[in-house]
């Protein structure tokens, strides 16, 4: 079921019923991802969506890449813009590289740069630690940490309880598609979210 409301958050799909209200706005879904990019929601697919043979930076600002006056990719600012949202979450990574030539680890990374890019009002994080190290962990952490005071509001899906209790404000739990409670997370503990999600001890 996340994977499924993710995508109508991202105005990949659209809802049968129901509606989504964010910044005081209410929207019945979004028709497209330019959609919910515009009203503000930003996500890291589990599935990454880059374009192997293009460089990282074209790839962050995939369809909206800075133009000269002449209508032509202004390619200085196109890589000045990258490597400022890269440093903050993969400064090793270089924006003229070629997204096929990066580890499975450092295309997460440029993933959540892409997302990052957007200065989005919501980011939603789907899984986005299975293919990062301990350290590349920790520095998306600190990114997360850094948005959330700047007033960012985060969504972040994981069935790692240690990163749940490490950065989050409340929990939900989805089992079957079905919402089976939101807690702080201050009010809760491993052994009752397991309950939740299983429907038993």
């Known amino acids: 079921g996340k994977s499924t409301l993710m995508n109508i958050l991202a105005g990949v799909h659209q809802p049968d019923f129901?509606?989504?209200?964010?910044?005081?706005?209410?929207?019945?879904?979004?028709t497209g991802a330019h959609a919910a990019q515009h009203a503000g929601v930003g996500i890291v697919f589990q599935e990454r969506s880059l374009f192997g043979p293009l460089t990282v930076a074209?790839?962050?600002?995939?369809?909206?890449?800075?133009?000269?006056?002449?209508?032509?990719?202004?390619?200085?600012?196109?890589h000045a813009a990258a490597?400022?949202?890269?440093?903050?979450?993969?400064?090793?990574?270089s924006p003229e590289a070629k997204v096929a030539d990066l580890s499975p680890a450092q295309q997460q990374m440029v993933e959540i740069a892409k997302a990052l890019s957007l200065d989005a009002k919501v980011?939603?994080?789907?899984?986005?630690?299975?293919?990062?190290?301990?350290?590349?962990?920790?520095?998306?952490?600190?990114?997360?940490?850094?948005?959330q005071a700047r007033g960012t509001g985060i969504v972040y899906i994981s069935h790692r309880f240690e990163e749940i209790f490490g950065i989050a404000d409340r929990v939900t739990v989805l089992k079957d598609g079905a919402?089976?409670?939101?807690?702080?997370?201050?009010?809760?503990?491993?052994?009752?979210?397991?309950?939740?999600?299983?429907?038993?001890?």
Do not use: K, S, Y
């Not at 129901?18 to 979004?30: D, P, Q």
């Not at 074209?58 to 196109?78: K, Y």
């Not at 490597?83 to 990574?93: G, I, S, T």
């Not at 190290?133 to 948005?147: K, P, S, W, Y």
């Open 179 to 201: 919402w089976q409670g939101t807690t702080p997370v201050a009010e809760t503990n491993t052994d009752d979210l397991i309950r939740r999600m299983v429907g038993r001890d």
């Open 18 to 30: 129901g509606e989504i209200t964010l910044g005081g706005r209410t929207h019945t879904g979004f």
């Open 83 to 93: 490597a400022a949202v890269l440093a903050r979450v993969a400064p090793d990574v």
């Open 58 to 78: 074209e790839n962050i600002f995939a369809g909206r890449q800075p133009v000269t006056r002449w209508g032509m990719v202004d390619r200085r600012q196109l």
């Open 123 to 147: 980011m939603i994080f789907d899984e986005p630690t299975a293919a990062l190290t301990e350290a590349e962990t920790e520095r998306l952490f600190t990114v997360i940490r850094e948005l």
